[in-house]
Structure formats: C-alpha cells, structure tokens
C-alpha cells in the first residue's frame, strides 16, 4: 500500500501546474448608439486591452445611461467609455486614464446656439426669457457647453430661459425646432450644424455664438484596480496610433493621458451654486 501511494505521489509531482485564471474585467461604453454599433466599437478594444494586459477582459452592454452609471458605480463594470458629464457622475468609484482625440489636437470640443436667421437674436444677452430647446439636461455639446457661456454673462439658463428637451434627445430635432419657430434659439453641438440639412433650407438657420470648450469623452477604469494594472491599460491605450483597427473601430484618431481635474469645466456647469 505505501508503494502505491509512493507512486501517486510521484505520478502527481509530474503533473503540470496549473495556471493560475487571468483576472477578469468587463469593458462598456456609454449605450449612446444602437447595441450593435456599441459592439462594434468596444470589441476590438476589449481584445487588444486582454492582449496588452494579460487579463480577460469582456466587452458588454447596458441598456442605458442609468444601468451603465449604475454598473460603473458598483463596479460590476471596471472599464468604461464615456461621456464627460457621465464622467464626472461616476468619477467617485472611476477615475480618467486617457481621453479621447478626434482630428489634431482636438481632445475637446464645444456647442453652439442657433436661431432662425429672422429672429432678432444676435447675442447671447438676447437669450434671456426665450424658448431654448437643448438635447438633453445630460447632453455635453448639447446644454452643458451653453449653459457655461451664459453663465458668463450673467443668465442663469435653468431659471431665465424657458427650456424644453428635443424629441429622443436627438441634435437634429432641436434643429428642426428651431427652423418651425417652436424655440427661439437651439442648443447643439458644434459638429451636428448641418445634420438637418436635407429636411429645411441651412440659410433658415444662423449661429449666434459658439461656445465654451469641454473635455472629451473619457477612458475611465475602477478605483480600485491595482496600480499595475491601470498602468498596462494607459500604457496600451496611449500606444494605439490613428491607423490601428481599434481606433478605426472607435471612430477616433488617437488617446491622450486624462486626469480627473480635466473634467472640471463639466462639473462647473452641471453643479453651478
């Protein structure tokens, strides 16, 4: 009997080792497209990060802006792609690695406030008791940038202008509220003037500022991630150059180092007093 147990002994010392699990993560992305196009976009990421890292990483989605804030808030989701204002939502359990860059040097961007070319508005002072339609309370490039701006000179937009939220919180709907006189002035980002263009005549429609430049949207990871490990996934997210499949994926040119005080600005105008 101890000859047999001798040999198992011996049969199991030859046995290999057992690796050790990888860690594993979840990735998401803020679900401001369909699911599909999320998919799309964060997949590739996924893989090249789980590539860099040496860890499982999965890509998933959330149905909507409240379960993905929620998810990044309870840490059931330790990757996450965002928006600056749902940045600074989840920035108590999430902090910024890297920040997006869209064309040269444009890690920010910034709205705009149209109006009907007739309608008397040329400042931003002349927006004061108007109808204002926004894309949405959340909407960086769509109230936030604006609401910055007026708070320059002096106008409250929450209290002195009558606000009302677009059909789907969709740029082209306060477009479209504007050129049918349902607003006096729109809210939208700078990069969705023209979006309307094949429903209304663009000479209709006339820019009366641009306005306050904000941050863009953020790669944020948990808190609570080993220090190693937040800086492999930088390290990896700052080495993806403009022709790589992941940023061709991602619809951006490259990312750059974030810190959390980048996102400062957002935080001003969300939380004004």
Known sequence: MRCLYAVLILLMSLLPATAPAADSYKLSMLPRYSSEEINRRISPLAGYLAEKTGAKIEA?????FAQYEKQLKSGS?????ENPYIYTLVSDTHEALAMAVKGKDRDKFRGIIITRTDSGISAL???????VS???ST????YLSQKLSLMEVGIDVETDCAITEAVDNKQENVILAVYTGEADAGFIRESALHQADSYISPAQIRVVSD??????????VDRALPATMKKEIQ???LGLTP???????LKIERFRSAADQDYDPVRRASNPH
Do not use: E
Request: aromatic content about 10%.
């Open 125 to 131: 002072t002349d927006l004061r008791g108007k109808k």
């Open 243 to 249: 022709d790589h499949p992941v940023m061709q994926a």
């Open 60 to 64: 998933v989605l959330t149905s909507d």
């Open 211 to 220: 306005c306050a430049w904000l941050p863009n949207w953020a790669f944020s």
């Open 235 to 237: 390290t990896a997210l």
């Open 139 to 142: 909407s960086a490039g769509g």
């Open 134 to 136: 926004i894309v949405g």
């Open 77 to 81: 989701i330790a990757m996450g792609y």
